[in-house]
């Protein structure tokens, strides 16, 4: 209980041991040494924050700089409390979050990467949120994107907030699919592969029409996803790569490889991706929303108004899809917010405030500030418009995209399946293996990852208990 | 000195007791978690619930041997050490004869210079390497084609990219080896130089019959050395190429900290570590047993 060593009633204020009320607090403890037991509860409700409280928050990335002025927003609309906002870098988050739930350090509030979840709901690290959305007059499941919503879902359960999305599209040259004879945006694979065969005819030698990096898992899944198959089976416990509809998309993708449509380079191999795209190198590139802003920024020749061609040289679309638009999905990326508990988080108190403060980052008009603030795609449908994201053409199309998003397998051991089908998708694209055969091997890698959910599982249906595979 | 020899005996014992201590509480207590670690599949689910733990024995090591990543990862590291080393050690002595050289002068100044690549930061240097290496705006293929020859897509061509790591590598890395060398060098009598000048020996045969052996104890501790370092490799594909393309640069160290950071499986994890401590010690004897019976065959 040293952790929680807040003496309730007491009066004393909260303070970090080398302030002044810690200055004062010594002092106190020396002139009181006679009662010294007095002094020592003193000290100890100095070091251990008791009411009002404190709330930790880590946020990741460049979110952890554009959310400051949020909190303290927050901070002015409930005196007393103070937000600690921790910005740790997306690069190191997953190890450093991992670490921390290991080291029962971890804080009251973060951001998560939506794909994590799954992962940090089995360390049943994070409280199910299904109570308080319950009783909640902001959050509404209705008002999110319901792709979206659904990565924040194991096992029937809430674990997240999203708190912005992404998703990626294709950015494609539009000048140069015009001097191409593309008269508009391609909704089918059949389509798409025509129209990238048009563009090679128009771009400057060495350049390729479609830039997929190899290294990326989202391009392969994204394709992978959209056969309808889903690419687990067996209560996501084997894989499902050499079902016939997953091997016919694993098929038309690495094809684009195999016939020039797209080079086989990883993302860290080309150098300045906006330059490249500028000079028309590449004609397509499938990213997320967070490109919109360096392309306009950093691509040759769009810089200066008065010289600029009659509109922008590049637009976005939403996935073509293997039968046409409607088929066309993608996934849903973006950070959630979510709530830790387990050791250290149980001031009921101190949870509510936590779960005030992600009441506060989502609502509309907060969501809405933090659109401007991030240039993040707002998570709430409702906020596009205040944000002045819904009128934008380059942004509209991820707006279409969001609502067609299909959900990826939500099993913790993602992460490395992930990784798995990069190397099969390198495999099959540089042509050291057959199609046939980097599926199977990535069939039997994702069983071999998978087998101890199959152990759980079967233990699980053994005892008929509680399932060890969320978190209770 | 007239103390019994026991009591000696116990007061070395207690004041060796504060390093044991260390080693014992860091060291050995470690090893053993991580030994044991490797014998159970601990991984995700069981941080949180310690009964989805289980004692699997030898299967980590078994599926390590039978996973072509692992085998792919132990030849990339081979190959990474038993080119790399060689040229490295070849380097630095070579650097540390030209800046030991009476000829030369501002010996500091080169010596600095060389030293420098050693202490800079890895991931900086790493992006301006990226650069050099890059296949249209690179100064590596600008320098090729101005020879004539086509350019090479370095980090993107399985082929490449591990000469290219090693390139990277050997460039970081020989300045440390060259004060070493230096250290050797000065260390070696000026007048065997002298007698062997009288005797009529050319700089070669005063190369190969005086540094040579004056250099075999420190040339044996800079290969050990490098070797046992170049079994770690981890920084140079990690921040260049992420062991890829086509996993070309995945050493065991990576796949190693893939396995227990990324994805949480430290059984696996622990598994791969000490199979790369095992393969590490066997090489270590191994030079050991071939630099002695060297030494015996020169003597003979």
């Known amino acids: ?198 563009l090679r005819r128009v771009q400057p030698a060495g350049g390729a029409p479609a830039l997929l990096p190899l290294n990326e898992f989202e391009p392969p899944l994204i394709i992978l996803s959209q056969s309808g198959a889903p690419l687990l089976r067996d209560h996501d416990t084997r894989g499902n790569f050499r079902d016939p509809r997953v091997r016919a998309a694993f098929a038309w993708y690495v094809g684009l490889f195999r016939d020039g449509l797209a080079p086989p380079v990883a993302s860290t191999q080309v150098s300045n991706v906006a330059q490249e795209f500028g000079a028309g190198r590449y004609a397509m590139y499938v990213t997320g929303p967070w490109n919109v802003g360096e392309f306009r920024r950093w691509m040759p020749d769009t810089l200066p108004p008065a010289r600029r061609p009659a509109g922008p040289r590049w637009a976005t679309m939403a996935m073509p899809g293997p039968t046409g638009a409607a088929s066309g999905t993608s996934l849903a990326g973006g950070s959630s917010l979510v709530l830790f508990r387990g050791p250290g988080h149980d001031d009921p108190a101190r949870r509510a405030l936590a779960w005030q403060f992600v009441e506060f980052l989502s609502t509309t008009a907060a969501q809405a500030r933090f659109a401007q603030l991030s240039s993040d795609l707002p998570a709430r449908a409702d906020a596009w418009a205040p944000a002045g994201f819904g009128a934008d053409p380059q942004l509209a199309p991820f707006l279409t995209q969001l609502r067609r998003l299909t959900p990826l397998p939500s099993v913790p051991e993602w992460e490395s399946i992930a990784t798995r089908v990069t190397h099969a998708v390198e495999r099959a694209a540089r042509g050291t293996m057959t199609v046939d055969a980097a599926l199977a091997a990535l069939d039997a890698e994702v069983d071999d990852i998978l087998e101890k959910r199959r152990w759980l599982l079967a233990r699980r249906a053994a005892a008929a208990a509680p399932t060890h595979l969320s978190a209770r | 000195m007239t103390a019994r020899p026991a009591a000696t005996g116990r007061a070395g014992w207690w004041f060796v007791a504060p390093a044991l201590a260390l080693l014992a509480v860091f060291f050995v207590l470690p090893v053993l978690a991580g030994l044991a670690l490797s014998v159970t599949d601990f991984d995700l689910y069981a941080v949180a619930d310690p009964g989805a733990t289980r004692l699997v024995g030898l299967r980590n090591y078994a599926r390590l041997f039978a996973d072509p990543a692992f085998r792919t990862a132990v030849r990339n590291t081979l190959y990474f050490a038993a080119v790399g080393g060689p040229l490295t050690v070849a380097a630095s002595l070579g650097a540390a004869l030209l800046v030991n050289a009476r000829l030369v002068r501002w010996k500091a100044f080169w010596r600095t210079v060389f030293f420098t690549p050693f202490v800079t930061t890895l991931v900086a240097v790493a992006i301006v390497w990226r650069y050099l290496y890059h296949p249209r705006y690179g100064l590596v293929n600008y320098a090729l084609g101005a020879v004539g020859v ?16 090693i390139l990277l590598a050997v460039w970081k890395n020989f300045g440390y080896n060259m004060l070493i060398f230096v250290a050797g060098l000065q260390a070696i009598p000026a007048e065997l130089y002298e007698a062997a000048a009288l005797d009529g020996a050319a700089p070669w045969q005063r190369f190969r019959h005086v540094t040579l052996p004056g250099l075999a104890p420190t040339t044996l501790f800079v290969v050990v050395v490098t070797m046992i370092g170049y079994f770690q490799l981890f920084a140079e594909p990690f921040a260049m190429t992420q062991g890829g393309p086509l996993e070309s640069t995945t050493s065991v160290v990576l796949l190693l900290y893939a396995e227990g950071f990324r994805f949480w499986r430290m059984g696996n994890a622990a598994a791969i570590a000490f199979v790369l401590f095992a393969l590490v010690v066997t090489l270590a004897l191994l030079q050991r047993v071939v630099q002695r019976s060297a030494r015996q065959r020169s003597a003979a």
Request: charged share 25%.
């Open chain 1, 1 to 198: 209980m040293a952790r929680r060593g807040a003496v309730p009633g007491t009066a004393i204020p909260r303070c970090a041991p080398d302030d002044a009320c810690a200055r004062d607090a010594r002092r106190a403890g020396g002139r009181l040494r006679a009662v010294a037991r007095a002094a020592l509860v003193l000290l100890a409700a100095c070091a251990r924050p008791p009411a009002p409280p404190t709330l930790d928050f880590w946020a990741l990335g460049t979110e952890g700089e554009s959310v400051a002025p949020l909190v303290r927003d927050f901070e002015r609309a409930h005196p007393g409390v103070r937000v600690r906002l921790q910005a740790v870098a997306f690069s190191a988050a997953h190890e450093k979050l991992l670490t921390a739930v290991v080291g029962d350090a971890t804080p009251d509030v973060a951001q998560l990467g939506n794909t994590w979840i799954p992962e940090f709901a089995a360390l049943r690290a994070l409280e199910p949120l299904d109570p308080r959305l319950a009783r909640s007059a902001v959050v509404h499941r209705a008002d999110y994107f319901p792709g979206a919503w659904a990565t924040n879902v194991v096992d029937g359960r809430t674990f997240g907030i999203p708190w912005y999305v992404d998703t990626r599209l294709v950015f494609y040259r539009s000048d140069l699919m015009a001097r191409a004879g593309v008269a508009r945006a391609p909704e089918s694979w059949a389509e798409w592969t025509d129209a990238m065969r048009r």
């Open chain 2, 150 to 165: 086509p350019p090479v897509d370095w980090l993107g061509d399985p082929r490449w990219a591990m000469p290219a790591i």
